[in-house]
């Protein structure tokens, strides 16, 4: 199945973990790449008690805001990595965090990321999070939640805080 968590809401990539820590606890093999994040969150910290989840950062620190060619450098050794990982078939769950950003900053093409997509074995889930899922991802997306903004602490000033955003 392949999976899709969209939205401008907060929690797209908690509701991803959350699946990786539920699938752990049932004994699956889980590869979480992390495309435009290179930041040191809590989560790694987390999940590296896990022996059954592996997770990879294919990001710079910090926010994308302009992109340069270390970006997509980056998100294409992300990608080329998760061909590798499906091509291998020893995870049973790749979830590829931000991957929908990496497509709308235009760091991926779509076209290459659906054929992708399509070659992965059937027994794979795959689970795709962040903003403006491109059309073609939710055509072909089992499920697709998209989590929407209503009010973030964010506008009131708040910054990112550690153990909660990062």
């Known amino acids: 199945m392949i999976q899709v968590y969209t939205g401008t809401g907060k929690g797209k990539t908690t509701a991803a973990l959350g699946l990786a820590i539920r699938a752990a606890g049932a004994g699956l093999k889980v590869y979480i790449a992390q495309f435009t994040k290179g930041r040191q969150c809590s989560e790694l910290n987390s999940l590296k008690k896990f022996r059954n989840i592996k997770i990879e950062q294919f990001g710079r620190c910090g926010f994308v805001r302009k992109i340069t060619s270390a970006d997509k450098a980056l998100a294409v050794k992300g990608i080329n990595r998760v061909k590798d990982i499906i091509k291998k078939r020893t995870f049973d769950i790749l979830i590829l965090d931000e991957l929908n950003v ?45 989590i929407k903004e209503i009010r973030h602490y964010y506008h009131k000033g708040l910054i990112a805080r550690k153990g909660i955003e990062f």
Do not use: C, M
């Not at 497509?103 to 889930?125: N, W």
């Open 102 to 146: 990496a497509l709308d900053l235009k760091l991926l093409e779509t076209t290459d990321v659906l054929k992708l997509l399509k070659r992965a074995p059937r027994r794979t889930e795959l689970v795709l999070t962040g903003r403006n899922a491109p059309l073609g991802i939710v055509k072909i997306a089992d499920l697709v939640s998209e």
